[in-house]
């Protein structure tokens, strides 16, 4: 088995999830928080430099979380909706791995956090585009 730093940074990205479900757990339970979150994460990824398909895919993560907390969509697992609160309001806090105002290096951490939480809800997202493209397709 090789070892790279990509391995690296994905277990401590899924560390930082990992400590944040407690929070993510108390946000879940108040819609308003649920709600302020979800603009202030858009808010922050219109700052982040392009990350490809990764970055394409956050608005879907978001839309997930919004469609479970308003329960039009509850197909997905509660593990997956956690983790994903739990990596959003690590991407608006103020307090990061490595400090946003250094050039480049700044957005990797967010960048390996929002890797990490696609990659763990994956199958769910989608499923869930799926149930969206039917949903449109029947209106």
């Given at each position: 088995?090789?070892?790279?730093?990509?391995?690296?940074?994905?277990?401590?990205?899924?560390?930082?999830?990992?400590s944040?479900?407690?929070?993510?757990q108390?946000?879940?339970?108040?819609?308003s928080?649920?709600?302020?979150?979800?603009?202030?994460?858009a808010?922050?990824?219109?700052?982040?430099p392009?990350?490809?398909?990764?970055?394409?895919?956050?608005?879907?993560m978001?839309?997930?979380v919004?469609?479970?907390?308003?329960?039009?969509?509850?197909?997905?697992?509660?593990?997956?909706i956690?983790?994903?609160?739990?990596?959003?309001?690590?991407?608006v806090?103020?307090?990061?791995l490595?400090?946003?105002?250094?050039?480049?290096?700044?957005?990797?951490?967010?960048?390996?956090?929002?890797?990490?939480?696609?990659?763990l809800?994956?199958p769910e997202?989608?499923a869930?585009?799926?149930?969206?493209?039917?949903?449109?397709?029947?209106?």
């Open positions: 088995m090789s070892y790279n730093l990509e391995d690296e940074n994905l277990d401590k990205a899924k560390q930082i999830i990992d944040g479900i407690d929070r993510a108390e946000v879940l339970k108040d819609s928080k649920v709600e302020e979150l979800l603009f202030s994460l808010d922050r990824l219109e700052d982040i392009t990350a490809g398909p990764l970055l394409a895919n956050a608005p879907k978001i839309a997930l919004k469609s479970y907390i308003t329960k039009e969509y509850t197909n997905v697992s509660p593990k997956v956690v983790s994903l609160v739990a990596a959003f309001i690590y991407l806090k103020n307090v990061d490595i400090p946003d105002f250094i050039p480049i290096l700044g957005r990797v951490d967010d960048i390996a956090i929002l890797g990490a939480a696609l990659k809800c994956e997202l989608k869930f585009e799926d149930w969206r493209e039917t949903k449109q397709e029947t209106l």
